[in-house]
């Protein structure tokens, strides 16, 4: 895969840990924080290629020894330590041997790999994940781990990725004072023309058997139509990391597969835009949008009466007893005996929209301290929609009423 020139700085930070590791025999531990989608694991498995080959430049030793670790597949210390068995093949090691604690397990697994020689091979540890490891009520993998990273002569190196960046407040007092308290941070600070040129790297991943020449002239031309331009700028202020981005290039990149050479020279754009578009629609769909277009012509005549309520008295909590008084108004007004419902029918579909979060407690509702007590049905709510997401939903809802669109259009 191509590499772009992003996170420069955390990259040679890193590398001149392993440096120092391999070089010098200092143990470190590090973290590297970033957002997800940030190249957290790009970065380290880059830095380890480019290490591992400069290793092999100057005809030193190339068995740079990598665990990885990974919080959602190693829940426990049990399976943490088959999974670090299993690396370095050790399992003759272990078998057929009873130990006390995890601690004498892990430190039998560390002797014998060190028992083949004088000269000790660095070990890097890589934990994925990493926060995930802290909720082991005892941390003891960790503890183990960095205890022996401090404590042992043997070159050692752990590098944890994680996205939490309140990650150091998980750790024990025991533990934080083991760490080497060196961090790493990834954010997604490259420029707009570093992202489009990754844009245009996705999008032909797999067309290297066409013609360049006719590619690059017919990319060149893609990117410079201001309508996409103004796609991927709205996409990049929202969010730029690189895994959305190859996201939104999937549909557009299969569609620009099939291209003949004939569309490719002839500058045809038309399909490739008209999937972008499509893309980036279902990769930023309005998912409270989504859920008012599946609501009942009930629950949507409530969401309108409590609009409404809203708008006549702003900024006033209402309880049910307002809205249904309110909503028996509202029929009696359209003249819409249709939508007549008993009280506890009407109830139920304002309880749903409580659990869709469109119908929120307010804060002096919140607030009391008798507020558990008090029944859904006397207390204090306010309408958590916009007019705007409310007559849009009105607008596309299939088959709606008459009355409801009359109000949208009021």
């Given at each position: 895969?191509?590499?772009f020139?992003?996170?420069?700085?955390?990259?040679?930070?890193?590398l001149?840990?392993?440096r120092?590791?391999?070089y010098?025999?200092?143990?470190?531990?590090?973290?590297?924080?970033?957002?997800?989608?940030?190249?957290?694991?790009?970065?380290?498995?880059?830095?380890?290629n480019?290490?591992t080959?400069?290793l092999?430049?100057?005809?030193c030793?190339?068995?740079l020894i990598v665990?990885y670790?990974?919080?959602?597949?190693?829940?426990?210390?049990k399976?943490a330590?088959?999974?670090i068995?299993?690396?370095?093949?050790?399992e003759?090691?272990?078998?057929?041997?009873?130990?006390?604690?995890?601690?004498?397990?892990?430190?039998f697994?560390?002797?014998?790999?060190?028992?083949?020689?004088?000269?000790s091979?660095?070990?890097?540890?890589?934990?994925?994940e990493?926060?995930?490891?802290t909720k082991?009520?005892?941390?003891?993998?960790?503890?183990?781990?960095?205890?022996?990273?401090?404590?042992?002569?043997?070159?050692?190196?752990?590098?944890?990725a994680?996205?939490?960046i309140d990650?150091?407040?998980?750790?024990e007092?025991?533990?934080?004072?083991?760490?080497?308290?060196?961090q790493?941070?990834?954010?997604?600070?490259?420029?707009?023309?570093?992202?489009?040129?990754?844009?245009?790297f996705?999008?032909?991943f797999?067309?290297a058997?066409?013609?360049?020449?006719?590619i690059?002239?017919?990319?060149?031309?893609?990117?410079?139509?201001k309508?996409?331009?103004?796609f991927?700028a709205?996409?990049?202020?929202?969010?730029?990391?690189?895994a959305?981005?190859?996201?939104?290039?999937?549909?557009?990149?299969?569609?620009?597969d099939q291209?003949?050479?004939?569309?490719?020279?002839?500058?045809?754009?038309?399909s490739?835009?008209?999937?972008?578009?499509?893309?980036?629609n279902?990769?930023?769909?309005?998912t409270?949008?989504?859920?008012?277009?599946?609501l009942?012509?009930?629950?949507?005549t409530?969401?309108?009466?409590?609009?409404?309520?809203?708008e006549?008295?702003?900024?006033e909590?209402?309880n049910?007893?307002?809205?249904?008084?309110?909503?028996?108004?509202?029929?009696?007004?359209?003249?819409?005996?249709?939508?007549?419902?008993?009280?506890?029918?009407?109830l139920?579909?304002?309880?749903?929209?409580?659990s869709?979060?469109?119908?929120l407690?307010?804060s002096?509702?919140?607030?009391?301290?008798?507020?558990?007590?008090?029944?859904?049905?006397?207390?204090?709510?306010?309408?958590?929609?916009?007019?705007d997401?409310?007559?849009?939903?009105?607008?596309?809802?299939?088959?709606c009423?008459?009355?409801?669109?009359?109000y949208?259009?009021?």
């Amino acid at each position: 895969m191509k590499f772009f020139d992003i996170h420069q700085q955390s990259q040679e930070d890193l590398l001149n840990l392993l440096r120092r590791l391999v070089y010098h025999g200092e143990n470190n531990s590090s973290l590297v924080i970033g957002p997800r989608g940030s190249g957290k694991t790009f970065l380290i498995n880059k830095v380890i290629n480019l290490f591992t080959q400069e290793l092999r430049e100057k005809n030193c030793s190339d068995d740079l020894i990598v665990v990885y670790l990974s919080g959602c597949l190693q829940v426990d210390d049990k399976s943490a330590l088959l999974e670090i068995t299993r690396q370095l093949k050790l399992e003759n090691c272990i078998n057929g041997k009873v130990f006390g604690s995890f601690c004498d397990s892990f430190e039998f697994l560390l002797k014998s790999f060190r028992s083949g020689g004088q000269t000790s091979k660095p070990l890097v540890f890589i934990m994925d994940e990493f926060d995930l490891f802290t909720k082991n009520k005892t941390q003891l993998l960790l503890y183990t781990l960095l205890n022996t990273i401090q404590s042992s002569s043997s070159p050692m190196f752990m590098i944890g990725a994680t996205c939490r960046i309140d990650v150091l407040d998980l750790l024990e007092k025991r533990i934080k004072s083991r760490f080497s308290h060196r961090q790493i941070y990834l954010f997604n600070d490259y420029s707009f023309e570093t992202y489009i040129e990754m844009a245009k790297f996705f999008i032909q991943f797999n067309t290297a058997s066409k013609n360049d020449k006719n590619i690059f002239e017919y990319l060149a031309n893609l990117f410079n139509d201001k309508n996409i331009l103004k796609f991927f700028a709205r996409q990049y202020d929202y969010d730029r990391s690189m895994a959305t981005l190859r996201r939104l290039l999937i549909l557009p990149g299969l569609v620009f597969d099939q291209l003949s050479n004939e569309d490719i020279k002839s500058m045809n754009l038309d399909s490739v835009k008209k999937e972008l578009v499509k893309s980036y629609n279902l990769l930023n769909i309005d998912t409270k949008y989504s859920l008012l277009s599946g609501l009942s012509i009930l629950e949507l005549t409530l969401v309108v009466v409590m609009l409404e309520m809203s708008e006549i008295y702003p900024d006033e909590p209402f309880n049910f007893d307002l809205v249904y008084s309110a909503y028996l108004k509202y029929l009696q007004k359209k003249n819409w005996n249709q939508q007549k419902h008993e009280r506890q029918i009407i109830l139920k579909a304002y309880e749903h929209l409580i659990s869709l979060k469109f119908v929120l407690p307010s804060s002096d509702s919140s607030s009391s301290s008798r507020s558990t007590k008090i029944n859904k049905e006397h207390s204090l709510m306010y309408l958590a929609l916009d007019k705007d997401e409310i007559q849009l939903c009105i607008d596309q809802y299939p088959n709606c009423p008459t009355e409801l669109k009359y109000y949208s259009m009021v």
